[in-house]
């Protein structure tokens, strides 16, 4: 399947279990991998035939700097379902969520999750 990514897209988010967490907030990335056919807007070169990129990370955006959540699972969760409930031709996508600074001990880069939905027929 055809596939449209955005890629380390950067947000500010008020996410996690920890009170100073959700008064204080702190940065997430997110990567988006889309599954669509895109046959026929490469033959069109018509964005009416795709997903716009635009759309998605506004779309993500929403999300992230909205309602806070306790889990990351969760953020990425409420992304997959406004993605499909917002283009139509998405038949699937992989959504990672990760928090860089998450307030717990020990030396690592992020800590993350990925999920993989599909549409529901």
Excluded: W
């Amino acid at each position: 399947m055809d596939k449209i990514m955005l890629n380390q897209m950067e947000f500010y988010g008020f996410h996690g279990l920890y009170p100073e967490e959700n008064k204080l907030g702190q940065r997430f990335y997110v990567n988006t991998e889309l599954m669509l056919d895109l046959t026929k807007s490469a033959t069109t070169d018509d964005m009416k035939d795709s997903i716009d990129y635009g759309e998605v990370y506004e779309c993500v955006k929403g999300v992230v700097e909205g309602s806070p959540k306790n889990l990351i699972e969760a953020v990425a969760e409420d992304i997959s379902v406004e993605l499909f409930q917002r283009f139509t031709q998405l038949q699937a996508c992989t959504i990672r969520v990760i928090k860089p600074d998450p307030p717990i001990p020990g030396h690592y880069q992020s800590v993350g999750v990925e999920i993989f939905r599909e549409r529901k027929q």
